[in-house]
């Protein structure tokens, strides 16, 4: 049976609470913009901004990337991925690059997100936000903000849904090939 993990509360919860970390850590918001990892990053990272925005009255650059091509596993997803448009409308050079992503497990999806982001230039500093941290790193790869840490077993997924995909937000711990309620 699957476990719910986040409520939709727990959620707005978590995203304010790495917008303030975030900000705390980087002296407010220059020089900073947020990347979220295409496709709930993404969402996170406008919510993460619509925070900083309520707390400093201030905007910071958005983008979403999109790591298809960049994936270690790309012959195993299929002869014919789905490739989304990344968005970068602003230099990330020299800039505090703020990854965001959902959930971080083995680490190979930031690892293909960092080299997708240093195509683009030279961050002064990456620094990963994440909703749900699972552990069971295969990379060496930490997130410096965590709505939640979660242990879990590698036999278990962790399933965000979000408003704007899903209907919903929740986070739900579901032994795989099971559905969520």
Known sequence: MA????????????????????????GGTEGIALVGIK??????????????????KASVPLGSLDITLYRDDLTRIGYAPEV???ELPFSVDDQVIVLVDDVLFTGRTIRA?????????????????????????????????????????LDEDVRVRLQELDGEDSVVLARKGEQAA
């Not at 790495?18 to 850590?25: N, P, T």
């Not at 496709?39 to 400093?56: M, P, T």
């Open 39 to 56: 496709n709930r990053g993404d969402i996170l990272a406008a919510r993460v901004r619509a925070k900083v925005g309520e707390i400093e």
């Open 3 to 26: 476990k719910l993990l986040l409520t939709e509360d727990e959620i707005r919860r978590a995203l304010t609470r790495i917008a303030h970390e975030v900000l705390e850590r980087n």
């Open 84 to 86: 989304r448009r990344t």
């Open 113 to 153: 997100a960092m080299d997708a982001l240093v195509d683009f230039g030279r961050p002064r500093a990456i620094q990963l936000a994440v909703l749900v941290d699972r552990g069971h790193r295969e990379l060496p790869i930490r997130a410096d903000y965590v709505g939640k840490n979660v242990p879990t077993s």
